[in-house]
């Protein structure tokens, strides 16, 4: 299983960037598949995913009505839409997948089995 993530970049604030993962090893309609990430010196936090086998959504507070998510099935590829971009926002985002994941657990990294690499999104002022 391979998650590839990618997008990441340096942006003024209220700008807009588009993170892409894709899958390689497994079909990822069938999973969990999130969007975490990670200030430095901070924990990992959820930002976004699609619950197992499922078209439902859900996000982190800190990004609703601005970021987000989407899934192209034919191409295996979940995106996150990054709009009005906040300094605060600066982070290396990561894409997680799980295929047992309950629901009351989508938010928790440490249920998660497969990661991408992440990608640095930087947001300056």
């Known amino acids: 299983v391979q998650l590839q993530a990618s997008g990441g970049g340096l942006v003024q604030a209220g700008g807009s960037l588009r993170l892409s993962c894709a899958a390689s090893?497994?079909?990822?309609?069938?999973?969990?598949v999130a969007w975490f990430r990670q200030a430095t010196g901070k924990d990992r936090e959820f930002v976004a995913a699609?619950?197992?086998?499922?078209?439902?959504?859900a996000y982190a507070d800190s990004g609703k009505g601005r970021f987000t998510i989407s899934r192209d099935n034919a191409k295996n590829t979940v995106y996150l839409q990054m709009s009005s971009l906040e300094p605060e926002d600066t982070a290396v985002y990561y894409c997680?997948?799980?295929?047992?994941?309950?629901?009351?657990?989508?938010?928790?990294?440490?249920?998660?089995?497969?990661w991408g690499q992440g990608t640095q999104v930087t947001v300056s002022s």
């Open positions: 090893g497994i079909t990822i309609r069938m999973y969990a």
């Open positions: 699609f619950k197992r086998g499922s078209s439902n959504t």
């Open positions: 997680a997948a799980d295929k047992h994941i309950i629901l009351s657990s989508l938010r928790d990294p440490l249920q998660y089995d497969y």
